[in-house]
């Protein structure tokens, strides 16, 4: 194998460099504000703006310590009143998983065709 044009040898790696975003300090912020002050999660935000989720953990480390804090009705809501969301939530989870396993059922029946069909 001719190894002079340059080509791939098996010795030197493959190098893709993707360009790196840069992102104003303002679109920084409101992201952070979003988590902090929002009170939604890392994956949410960063899957609604398209960025990684470590960069904006990242922004949001820099806010708090400028100071951006969540606010009053975040910090003092009702412990009873998110203890029943979390609940109702649980409930709803449990209902889905239970769905999803009979489709699983179902289908791995129908695939095997055990499906009971004529």
């Known amino acids: 194998m001719d190894t002079r044009g340059g080509g791939y040898n098996g010795r030197q790696e493959a ?8 992102f104003t300090a303002e679109f920084k912020e409101q992201a952070a504000r979003q988590v902090i002050q929002g009170g939604r999660s890392f994956r949410e935000v960063a899957d609604d703006l398209g960025i ?11 806010a708090r310590a400028a100071g951006v804090t969540p606010p ?3 910090v003092a809501a009702d412990p009873a ?3 029943r969301e979390l609940e109702a939530e649980v409930a709803r989870l449990k209902m889905e998983r ?13 695939s095997t065709g055990e499906g009971g069909r004529p």
Request: proline fraction near 0%; aromatic fraction near 10%.
């Open 52 to 62: 990684d989720a470590s960069s904006l953990r990242h922004w949001v480390r820099l």
């Open 98 to 110: 239970e769905i999803l396993k009979k489709a699983a059922a179902f289908f791995a029946r129908e």
């Open 15 to 22: 190098r893709f460099t993707m360009g790196r975003r840069s």
């Open 72 to 74: 009053q009705a975040l």
């Open 81 to 83: 009143k998110r203890v």
